[in-house]
């Protein structure tokens, strides 16, 4: 059989680098620089310098096969980012929270998002049911619900409604949310008899509740004085009122405002 002489096989591998060893050139060592665990081969007689420090290898060393550093992270959601010498860890932020930067000089840092001024949702509650009315002490022209976002928010409101027909009585309209009254008088009344069609608004402001969820919503025809009445005998009315009518529609429209 044919043999191939390939000449000496130089390398030597001296396991672990040890400070007080005298190395040569083409001993290979294992060494760990911070957290980062590379191979080393010797190109200059050397002894007492540390293969590489800081990711830098020494003039008497060059790097056979670079490490890498272990992931910081322990947790799911953990974030790596860059430090001041080496990667490191941001853990996982507050839910909702945003990653923010401080610059090219500090580490980034979780952050509440300002909501302050901003609209925090929207609503349109819509009633467009033609109804015939008789008189009633109270009578609820829209009702629904809007899911609150924040505790004590602003909560802004406006509203229409629709009528046709003789209306019997002084008349009110005011805002319930979560059952509590709300901007009562900031409406029109109505007391006269004719069978046109005419319409009533409102709207006005207010504190919101110190709980979020889900709140429920009505806007409501009565009497200050507990007194049954109507402001119209049709609530919606339609061509079936008139021809040249089409469905009309009552409706609340609800912003929850951080202030």
């Known amino acids: 059989m044919a043999t191939t002489d390939i000449g000496k096989i130089k390398l030597k591998f001296q396991g672990t680098y040890a400070g007080g060893t005298l190395y040569v050139p083409d001993d290979v060592v294992e060494y760990t620089d911070g957290s980062v665990t590379s191979t080393y081969i010797c190109v200059a007689e050397t002894t007492g310098n540390a293969p590489s420090s800081g990711g830098t290898a020494h003039g008497s060393w060059e790097y056979m096969a670079k490490g890498q550093a272990p992931s910081p992270t322990t947790t ?8 001041a010498s080496a990667d490191q860890r941001l853990a996982a932020g507050t839910s909702g ?24 949702g929207v609503t349109e509650l819509i009633n467009n049911t033609r109804t015939s009315r008789n008189n009633e002490t109270n009578y609820d022209i829209v009702s629904g619900s809007y899911t609150q976002v924040k505790a004590n928010s602003k909560i802004v409101w406006w509203a229409n409604c629709w009528w046709r027909g003789n209306q019997d009585g002084e008349r009110r309209y005011q805002l319930l949310y979560n059952g509590s009254e709300k901007n009562v008088g900031q409406s029109g009344y109505h007391y006269s008899n004719h069978s046109h069609r005419f319409g009533g608004h409102g709207g006005g402001y207010f504190q919101g509740d110190s709980t979020t969820g889900s709140k429920t919503v009505v806007w409501r025809e009565n009497a ?3 007194s049954s009445g109507r402001s119209g005998s049709v609530h919606n009315p ?4 008139d021809a040249r009518l089409s469905q009309h529609a009552s409706n609340v429209t609800i912003w929850e405002v951080d202030l």
């Open 97 to 120: 929270y945003f990653l923010k930067t401080l610059g090219s000089s500090a580490d980034p840092v979780w952050a509440e998002i300002n909501t302050s001024g901003h609209i925090l």
């Open 76 to 83: 799911r959601g953990d974030i790596i980012f860059r430090g």
């Open 224 to 226: 200050a004085n507990g």
């Open 238 to 241: 339609n061509a079936g009122d």
